[in-house]
């Protein structure tokens, strides 16, 4: 049977060339997307400050018993550098402290950013000295040489640095050569301790064992010292993630998105693939009749199909994993120019991905093949050159149920969308567009004769004879046509769709964000933040009606006592809700921001004191005990004093900023919110604030515009790699369109010439094909915005609280425009090369 598959392969090289590309394209993408995930789940970044430990030790940032994790640094107690010192093998524990700090120039207005730790974890660099002594006692530090290049300091050289939100003089003591960024800051141990983040903690442990210690023996015997800690006990490339926590933290953001796109790369493949080869097969139906009436038995015709796919699905989904994790490493690489993960993320690809990928094209490649073959394989020999004739029979039971079945999963994920938070909703749009898309593909030789008869009377009207010849094709070739108006509905509905999706969700970001925001100045600092005190000092300034921190973080809302008597062991496990956080000031917030008191005070919002959105706060008292875990991981439970309402999917939890201030990764406050007193020139106001009485050394002030600016284009640049995806996924949308056009065009090569033989001119017959191609695009184009419009209707609801996506009309144009000019552009440009032979020349040529 492999050698009679291989033989016809080639008398059918068209089709067969068009199944190739599909699947090849589809397995390379999804290649990409798992390299990606992988890559995402593995969360590898080579240590550089850390090199020389052969083991690090690190606070867990995985969220128990869950796949999410705390987006601030989870610290180590102090206590725990004792404890791993005293496992056998361990030659020495070295305690690491980072901080950010800030090298400023002279008057206080900018310098140079780097990050600070103790003299005594230079050694795991290691960090030799090229210059100068080690910082002994207050006030002294070493720099980086390439930091000292830049900020133009030098051994015995005094110097401002920024540190805890405070300016404190320096004197540089030696300069230093090592791995890792330039940006490096040693300071005395006692200083480290002293302006570390959380007092009382470090940040890891980095353990030099003793030689010839087995290494894999002391890992063990740490975490089983270390157990009644939350810890990650690391080696080799697992290091860095102790060194850099962004690689754990934006790791997941990889995770979910490659597995989004990924997903729906695979559907669009199983989609895409399905379709070609189902059209190619049906090109074949008379040469399946032939072998039905010759005798052929319906177990040998399947065999025969399935060993040609067979063939063709190898040798595409082994070329694939060639580019496929090439593919998969560039696109880690834009992800990296973006912002969305560090630059020390190290690409790891293995079997698996390779595996899934071809696997996901080569089985839904031979699943299209046995759906198509079953068909023709169960045609009586008697019916078989009438059936082949023209295809009349398209619809079962299992097709039916199939399509009914992805439409009410796509309008369960529709009535899912409108009830989701605005920020989450695209979660569940995006597999519903591809629901809609196959549920109307699974229907579409009957939808694509009910857009027929709809453009009919149209089309004629316009064209005459060559809409009437075109339109009595289509309607005696029905399931033929339906297969070339499918890829154009969903190239055209998944552009439209998942394009809109963006620009909607974007709009609602920044409308939210917009919305929220009343301060007239928003003040930073030089150094990398201020202390909380600042907020009462810039209060006192003239001119100031109010001030508010502003410190934004995540943690987790706990299950409550309620939640746990109710589960007792039965059921389903209560887990933690995720949960913005933002620390503020309870005298400004309610002047600088929008937010809405629903029940009790802000003004209570002070020590360990909770503010909850109306969403979070159901089945909650006011003066409850709220179990919560902060951004750092660490269990609070604070005092329930107000509830305010919300824009869902945009609220967030308010607690008093010395509070989140301390779980954060910097410990200081990012940003303080100002409100100017009626009549105030903001102008002259930020100049105060800022100059040389100002309440905090090194602080700078932007507007209301420039801060909504600077959120739009941080929004654009996250937005930017979701297009990058949606790009590649609508682009092989894109070529399996032209692919299957190209191939439903050529075969008609016969028909053109006994057209051309009963007297038809080139012209003529071009002018038919014209008309057929615009048949096609409308109805495609139709279908397709159906597909979109099922899709963002509801997303609209949930991000916008209206029916009409956000963004541009001239996105839709350049959308139906280029699916027009596509399918006419593939269609004639096939029809023109068909025409290019003889008459008398292809009368003869196979089939």
């Not at 004879?465 to 509905?489: D, E, H, K």
Request: aromatic share 4%.
């Amino acid at each position: 049977m492999i050698g009679l598959a291989l033989r016809s392969l080639k008398f059918h090289k068209g089709g067969f060339i068009a199944s190739f590309i599909a699947l090849f394209f589809g397995a390379s993408i999804v290649i990409a997307c798992g390299g990606l995930l992988e890559t995402g789940v593995r969360g590898l970044a080579a240590p550089q400050r850390l090199g020389a430990a052969q083991i690090v030790v690190t606070g867990d940032q995985n969220y128990p018993e869950s796949n999410k994790v705390f987006q601030e640094r989870v610290r180590l107690d102090a206590a725990a550098v004792r404890k791993a010192a005293a496992v056998p093998g361990v030659r020495a524990a070295v305690p690491d402290v980072s901080m950010p700090v800030a090298l400023v120039l002279k008057g206080g207005k900018g310098g140079t950013t780097a990050t600070g730790h103790g003299w005594d974890s230079a050694r795991l660099g290691p960090y030799r000295l090229t210059k100068g002594g080690a910082p002994v006692g207050a006030g002294k530090l070493a720099l980086d040489s390439r930091l000292a290049a830049q900020a133009g300091a030098g051994v015995g050289d005094r110097i401002t640095l920024g540190v805890h939100g405070t300016l404190r003089p320096y004197e540089v003591t030696g300069l230093v050569d090592g791995p890792g960024e330039a940006g490096t800051v040693f300071l005395s141990d006692a200083d480290a301790a002293r302006y570390a983040p959380q007092p009382g903690k470090v940040d890891s442990i980095g353990v030099l064992t003793a030689p010839g210690t087995d290494v894999g023996q002391v890992q063990t015997a740490l975490a089983d010292a270390l157990k009644d800690t939350p810890v990650s006990v690391l080696t080799g490339d697992e290091r860095g993630r102790a060194e850099f926590p962004d690689v754990v933290t934006h790791g997941k953001n990889l995770v979910s998105m490659s597995a989004v796109f990924g997903g729906l790369a695979a559907m669009v493949t199983v989609f895409v693939v399905a379709s070609t080869l189902g059209l190619s097969i049906q090109q074949r139906q008379r040469q399946m009749a032939l072998l039905r009436a010759i005798g052929s038995t319906p177990g040998q015709v399947r065999r025969m199909i399935l060993a040609e796919t067979f063939t063709v699905a190898v040798f595409a989904t082994a070329l694939a994993c060639v580019p496929g994790p090439r593919l998969g490493n560039w696109l880690l690489g834009r992800f990296v120019d973006a912002g969305v993960v560090p630059d020390v993320v190290m690409y790891r690809a293995g079997w698996i991905p390779l595996v899934a990928g071809a696997g996901a094209a080569l089985l839904t490649a031979l699943g299209a093949a046995y759906i198509a073959a079953r068909g023709a394989a169960r045609t009586r020999p008697t019916e078989a050159l009438a059936e082949a004739a023209v295809q009349r029979r398209w619809l079962n039971w299992i097709r039916l149920l199939a399509a009914l079945l992805c439409l009410a999963g796509g309008t369960a994920l529709a009535f899912v969308t409108t009830q989701m938070d605005g920020a989450k909703a695209g979660s569940a749009a995006t597999p519903a567009a591809m629901l809609w898309a196959a549920g109307f593909g699974l229907l579409g030789p009957g939808l694509t004769k009910l857009m027929t008869a709809l453009l009919r009377w149209p089309l004629r009207a316009v064209t005459g004879f060559a809409g009437q010849l075109a339109i009595l094709n289509a309607r005696a070739r029905a399931i033929r046509l339906a297969g070339a108006v499918m890829p154009v509905m969903l190239a055209t509905g998944l552009a439209t769709a998942l394009i809109y999706l963006q620009t909607t969700q974007s709009e609602g970001a920044e409308q939210a964000f917009k919305d929220n925001l009343r301060a007239d100045l928003v003040i930073t600092s030089a150094t990398g933040g201020m202390p909380p005190s600042v907020v009462d000092r810039v209060e006192r300034q003239s001119g100031v009606a109010a001030a508010s921190a502003y410190v934004p973080s995540s943690g987790f809302l706990e299950p409550s006592k309620a939640e746990w008597a109710d589960y007792n062991g039965k059921g389903r496990k209560p887990k933690g809700t995720p949960v913005q956080i933002t620390g503020v000031s309870p005298k400004g917030i309610e002047r600088t921001t929008a937010v809405r008191v629903v029940s009790g005070s802000l003004a209570g919002l002070r020590g360990d004191t909770v503010a909850l959105p109306e969403s979070s706060a159901k089945g909650h008292a006011l003066g409850e005990r709220i179990p919560m875990r902060m951004g750092d991981g660490t269990k609070v439970e604070p005092r329930l004093v107000a509830t305010v309402g919300e824009r869902r999917g945009y609220g967030a939890v308010l607690m008093p900023a010395a509070q989140v201030t301390a779980h954060t990764t910097k410990g200081v406050v990012p940003q303080l919110l100002v409100a100017a007193a009626p009549g105030t020139d903001t102008a002259r106001l930020a100049a105060e604030l800022t100059g040389p009485g100002a309440a905090s050394p090194g602080l700078r002030a932007v507007d209301r515009s420039s801060l909504v600016t600077a959120q739009v284009k941080q929004n654009d640049t996250q937005t930017w790699v979701a297009y990058l995806l949606v790009a590649m996924v609508i682009g092989y949308a894109v070529i399996a369109l032209v692919n299957t056009l190209v191939m439903a065009t050529a075969e008609r090569r016969r028909e053109f010439t006994l057209q051309r033989l009963i007297g038809a001119t080139r012209a003529q017959v071009m002018r038919m094909m014209t008309v057929e191609a615009l048949l096609t695009a409308l109805a495609g184009i139709v279908l397709g915005l159906l597909v979109a419009a099922a899709t963002l209707v509801p997303l609209s609801y949930a991000v916008l609280e209206r029916a009409l996506p956000a963004g541009p009309p001239s996105i839709l144009i350049t959308v139906v425009a280029f699916a027009l000019v596509l399918t006419l552009g593939a269609t004639l440009l096939s029809a023109r090369m068909a025409l290019r032979t003889r008459p008398s020349a292809a009368v003869g040529t196979r089939e």
